[in-house]
């Protein structure tokens, strides 16, 4: 049994080890191992993670399973304008294709109920994330030639509208 609840300072460590990993696997064979590495090491610091908690702008959420290890991550940013980016989603690849991932993305949309839609950057030749949210709803509106969080790449802008309450 896995649950998901909101990310605590509790789970710092577990989660900067999760992305860490997550980014290596799937953005190595993408950017080349070096860059993944240097550029995830500075993002997911457990600092940074911790400042990130404290945001009130961002929401971050794990799957938590029975014996308390971390299965799952997801985190959501408002920006001043009230648009919601999800900024990250990732599992664990024993859960991949077991609907963990599409539970954090509920919990994701439940806390921000009544947003007219949802967007996240996703960096070309990543397919199955981009099939993932294809599936989810979510459509390429742009495409920017290099991403924002992951160096030179090229990145999708998807986005997904919500039915209005
Ligand atoms: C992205 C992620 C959260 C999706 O969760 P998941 O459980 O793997 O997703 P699902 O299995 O439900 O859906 C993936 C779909 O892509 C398909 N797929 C797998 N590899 C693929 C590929 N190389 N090309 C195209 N589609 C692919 C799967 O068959 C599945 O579709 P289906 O359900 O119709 O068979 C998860 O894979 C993950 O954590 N990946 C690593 C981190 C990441 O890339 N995060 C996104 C950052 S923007």
């Known amino acids: 049994m896995t649950r998901i609840r909101a990310?605590?300072?509790?789970?710092?460590?577990?989660?900067?080890?999760?992305l860490g990993q997550s980014w290596r696997r799937t953005y190595a064979p993408i950017m080349g191992g070096e860059a993944v590495a240097r550029l995830s090491d500075e993002k997911h610091a457990p600092e940074r993670l911790a400042e990130e908690l404290e945001d009130e702008d961002k929401m971050s959420f794990v799957a938590e399973r029975a014996d308390g290890s971390i299965a799952g991550y997801a985190m959501a940013a408002m920006d001043g304008k009230g648009d919601v980016m999800l900024e990250r989603l990732h599992i664990e690849p024993q859960a991949f294709g077991?609907?963990?991932?599409?539970d954090l993305l509920h919990a994701v949309l439940a806390a921000h109920a009544g947003i007219p839609s949802i967007a996240l950057e996703v960096v070309e030749g990543n397919d199955r994330a981009i099939a993932f949210y294809r599936k989810h709803g979510f459509e390429v509106v742009e495409r920017r030639p290099a991403a924002h969080g992951v160096g030179d790449h090229a990145s999708l802008i998807m986005r997904r509208m919500l039915p209005m309450a």
């Open 98 to 102: 077991s609907g963990l991932a599409v």
């Open 7 to 18: 990310m605590t300072r509790n789970d710092i460590a577990d989660v900067s080890r999760l």
